[in-house]
């Protein structure tokens, strides 16, 4: 469902200087990736982790838990020629499932949300973080997922904040994909 949104993905293939809408405004955080070994934490697709690659990274890595974004973002590295190593994962488990240390370890756009434990997930950042390397997170403050969709009425908390015992689960036909 998500590909169908397209993501850039076309532009991905048809040009191989293209780089993702979604990794650009990063790219003067990261600097020059030349040989750098780059690890991407839910990855999703891959686009941004293709874009990585792009900039010039040598050993890439994608970590997602969904093997279905999985197979799409190999398919999708393939056609775009890109040498990426992707591993399914849950990102707590992320140290044990792949070797070595990264030069950057890179995550952003819709992670913070889906995260039960921030403190555990910052330790597996630590850990596959070279020293004196560079982690870059962008993303919104979780926070902003606690605001209801009807905002005609004004802002609404509708959503908790903190940690729950239990994981939220909603049934829905639609993705935010289809969303206007």
Known sequence: MH?????????????????????APDLPYLGDLTGASVIHLQCHLGTDTIGLKRQGAGR?????????????????????SADIEYVESNVYDARAAVDGEFDVVFSTLG??????????????????????GTFLIRDDHPFFMTIGDDVSAGLRVEQPYFQ???PMTWEDDSSYVDAP
């Open 60 to 80: 890439v890595v994608g970590i997602d838990l969904s093997g279905e974004s999985l197979r799409r973002a190999r398919e999708l590295a393939a056609q775009c």
């Open 111 to 132: 992670v913070l949300c889906w995260l039960p434990d921030v403190t555990a997930w910052a330790q597996v950042v630590a850990s596959l973080l070279a020293p004196g």
């Open 164 to 166: 729950q015992a239990e």
């Open 3 to 23: 590909v169908a949104s397209g993501y850039g993905t076309q532009a991905l293939i048809d040009d191989p200087q293209e780089i993702p809408d979604t990794l």
